[in-house]
C-alpha cells in the first residue's frame, strides 16, 4: 500500500491550501482516510478523517472544525484536504493515513498505513 501526498508550500495567513493524497494497492472505497500533522517539537495530531464507501461521515479536529474540508474520490484513489484561513499554528508537515477499517477513526493508532508527509508553512 502506497499514499502519496501532495499539495504542501508556503502560504500567508488567511491563505488557502489544497492537500492531496492518491493511494494504491488497497480496496481504497473500503477504508477510512484521515489527516495528522505534525508540527515541530510537537507530537502528531489528528486533523480530520473521511469514512469509507460514500464518505458520508466527517470528523475534524476543533482547530480545523469550519477551515479545513475533507473530501474523496474513490473513483480516483484520492482524499484531499481543503484547508482555508490558514493560521501560522497550522504550520506542520501533514500526512494522509489510511484505515483499519471503514468508520471515521482519529487516533493514529487506527491508521494502518501512512504516507511520506508534506510540508505546510502558513507565514504571518
Known amino acids: 500500500v502506497q499514499l502519496q501526498a501532495s499539495g504542501g508550500g508556503l502560504v500567508q495567513a488567511e491563505g488557502s491550501l489544497r492537500l492531496s493524497c492518491a493511494a494504491s494497492?488497497?480496496?481504497?472505497?473500503?477504508?477510512?482516510m484521515g489527516w495528522f500533522r505534525q508540527a515541530p517539537g510537537k507530537a502528531r495530531e489528528f486533523v480530520a478523517a473521511?469514512?469509507?464507501?460514500?464518505?458520508?461521515?466527517?470528523y475534524y479536529a476543533g482547530s480545523a472544525k469550519g477551515r479545513f474540508t475533507i473530501s474523496r474520490d474513490n473513483a480516483k484513489n484520492t482524499v484531499s484536504l481543503q484547508m482555508n484561513s490558514l493560521k501560522p499554528e497550522d504550520t506542520a508537515v501533514y500526512y494522509c493515513?489510511?484505515?483499519?477499517?471503514?468508520?471515521?477513526?482519529?487516533?493514529?493508532?487506527?491508521?494502518?498505513?501512512w504516507g511520506q508527509g508534506t510540508q505546510v508553512t502558513v507565514s504571518s
Open positions: 493515513a489510511s484505515g483499519r477499517g471503514g468508520m471515521v477513526l482519529t487516533a493514529s493508532y487506527q491508521y494502518a498505513y
Open positions: 494497492g488497497r480496496a481504497f472505497s473500503s477504508y477510512s
Open positions: 473521511i469514512s469509507g464507501w460514500s464518505g458520508d461521515d466527517t
